[in-house]
Structure formats: C-alpha cells, structure tokens
C-alpha cells in the first residue's frame, strides 16, 4: 500500500469516527475487542495485531491508527504500552495487567490519581473505622496507577500531601460505641449516654434526641438536644462510655438543620460576628498567606521603608481557630485593629508571657476570649 493510499485510509478512519453520533465507529469497536481477545494471550507488537486483524478480515488500517486505538484502550481493562517511552528503533509492544483485567470498572486515570491523593487527606481528617470502610476503594485506585504508565499514575510517586497545621492524632472510641451512636445520629432516636467531662472526671447521664454527628478534624461528636431543651450540646464519642436507645421517648428533632447549624458558627467555638482585622506583619507571614489568603478580601500593602514588613487588612471570623492562628505567629506581627480585639488578644499575649517567669502556669480565673452571649 502506498504512503497516499494509507493516508486515505487513515483520513477515512478518522472522517467515519468523526461523523458518527454514537461515538467510535463499528470499526473502529470491532477492532478493539478483537484487540482486547487478543492480548489475552500474552504481549504483542503492533505488527502482530496487524497480522490478527487481517486473519480475521478486519478492515485494514494503517500502524498509525492502531496506535491511536490502542492509545484509546490504555488503562482500560488492564491494557497499557509495555515498552512506552523506551520504544525508539524497537517495535511497540502492548499487553494486558491481568490483575487489572479482572476488574472489567477501572477507573479512568483521572479519577484515580483523584482517589490517590484524596486517600492521602482522608486518612489525616477522617476517624480510622471510617476510613477502614472504604479502604477497598482507594487501595484499587493506587493499584491501578502503580501498574499503569500513564502520566497520572507518576502523581502517586511525585506528589505528597501532609497537613496545613500540627494535627492531634484521632481520639480512641471503641468500635461498638461508635456504632451505636452513628445509628442513633442517624435515625435521630432518644438516647441515654453516660457521658464525663474528662476521662478521670465524673460520670453525668444525659438524655436527649441523637440529632446528628460533627467532625472536628479527626473528632466525632454528637450533636444532642437535652430533653425538654431548645439548645444544641455537643459530646465526644470518645468520652462517652454507654449508650441506650429510649423507645418511650419521643424524638425532639424541630427545626433542626445541620447545614444551618454549621454556617451559623454553632459547631466551632465562635466569639462573635466576622470582623475586619488589622495588623502589620513580617515578611515570613506575607509570604504563608499570599498563596493561601486567610479571607476572600485580603488586602496586602506595604508598611514603612523596609520591604520585610507588611499591612494587612481582612475580614476573619471570630472563632477559636483564627485567634489560635494569630498566637502562633505572634512573633511576627502586630495586631492594630478593631480595637476590642486588640486589647483581647493582647491581654491573652501578657498572660501567657506572665506563666513564662511562674514556675507553673497562672490559669485566670475569667476567660479573655468568651461568647457575646
């Protein structure tokens, strides 16, 4: 066959793929599970696929289509280019991960790398009984890269994630108790729960309607309205030691809406409405938060003469996270702004340096920090 005549032959290919609404052409998907039958048996060259193909009087194409197939068909059910990359003056070879073949659901390559990388964040933030569920899920995902050699699959060796912050290691619940009270949650049921305030306080018996379950990090607790309450409290699995269903009790569900719940600030421990923070800060924090803003409107400008200090100016919300944030970098910069919270979080500055010259610390007996309400 001529070099005219193949590429007439590749055009036709392409121009019949292109004009049909389902997609590949009939030809096109005959080939590739006659493709498919074939490596079965074992690795072959695009010569040899091209010699089957002909045996079973499969409409001829040119090697530079079946490549464009057999590009198609990678990472699906396990086949992948055995020699790619190294294939310079060698013929190309192809064949099927049998163990790949088993599972006719592969994920695409996107999708994978996707499950890699999420694995990686789910296992830092999310209980292990959890994770421990779905861990079929994920492991397939980076089976699936390992044994390919697709781009997508480099990302499980080059990229890494840890957390943003120091993060506590999960607290210990015991299996059964954690089941019981996810059911609850779940169904909303009357419940009785032994709870203490810490793990060597005393034993307190709360009833009231398992509303829902928040995760703080890697932290479950149960959202609980106490009988006879408007209020919703909030108590770790992981100091909750019995758990009962109370059949004769009648759930107190209301309005409740977690999501509402959430976006009012109730779950985390939050001090006030978002305000507009004000404050000069050394070079080492400028460079933290240009790339990751600590708020939609953040403002950087630059303070006096000297370049390694900067002004900033956003709206933060006033919880227990951001105050935390702002202590950990204390070194570093200079609250100026809105005045209320500046002589808080300085207040807060003085007495922890004051527990520096104290052979042990001075707990005040007010909060600094504390609820409007």
Not at 12 to 33: C, H, V, Y
Not at 117 to 146: G, R, T, W
Not at 224 to 250: E, G, H
Request: glycine share 4%; aromatic share 10%; with cysteine.
């Amino acid at each position: 066959m001529s070099d005219a005549d193949m590429a007439k032959n590749d055009s036709e290919d392409i121009k019949k793929t292109a004009t049909n609404k389902r997609g590949d052409s009939p030809d096109t998907l005959r080939r590739q599970l006659y493709i498919y039958h074939y490596l079965q048996e074992g690795a072959k060259t695009i010569s040899e696929i091209e010699a089957y193909l002909q045996t079973l009087e499969i409409r001829t194409v040119t090697k530079r289509t079946l490549q464009r197939n057999l590009r198609d068909m990678e990472d699906s059910f396990g086949v992948y280019h055995k020699n790619k990359g190294v294939t310079k003056g060698k013929p190309s070879i192809w064949a099927i991960d049998y163990k790949m073949f088993k599972n006719p659901f592969a994920y695409s390559p996107d999708v994978a790398m996707a499950l890699a990388l999420s694995y990686q964040q789910i296992k830092m933030n999310v209980p292990a009984d959890i994770v421990e569920k779905v861990d079929p899920i994920f492991k397939q995902a980076i089976s699936q890269l390992e044994q390919s050699q697709s781009v997508q699959a480099k990302w499980v060796k080059c990229v890494t994630v840890s957390p943003a912050s120091f993060m506590l290691p999960p607290a210990k619940v015991k299996p059964e108790i954690a089941k019981h009270l996810t059911e609850c949650a779940l169904n909303q049921e009357v419940v009785e729960i032994t709870y203490r305030t810490s793990h060597v306080g005393n034993e307190s018996i709360i009833s009231g309607t398992a509303l829902g379950i928040h995760y703080r990090g890697n932290v479950a607790y149960l959202l609980l309205r106490p009988l006879q309450k408007n209020s919703v409290r909030q108590f770790p699995f992981s100091r909750i030691y019995k758990v009962k269903q109370l059949i004769t009790a009648t759930p107190e569900t209301k309005d409740f809406n977690i999501n509402e719940l959430s976006r009012s600030g109730s779950l985390t421990m939050t001090y006030g409405p978002p305000f507009k923070l004000e404050a000069i800060i050394f070079d080492s924090v400028r460079r933290e938060i240009e790339d990751a803003p600590i708020g939609a409107d953040q403002v950087l400008t630059q303070h006096g003469e000297d370049p390694l200090y900067s002004k900033l100016n956003v709206t933060v919300p006033y919880n227990l996270d951001m105050i935390q944030w702002l202590f950990a970098r204390s070194p570093y910069l200079k609250v100026l702004g809105p005045l209320s919270f500046k002589e808080k979080f300085e207040e807060e500055l003085r007495r922890a340096w004051q527990n520096v010259e104290l052979d042990s610390p001075q707990v005040p007996r007010e909060k600094n920090f504390k609820h409007d309400n």
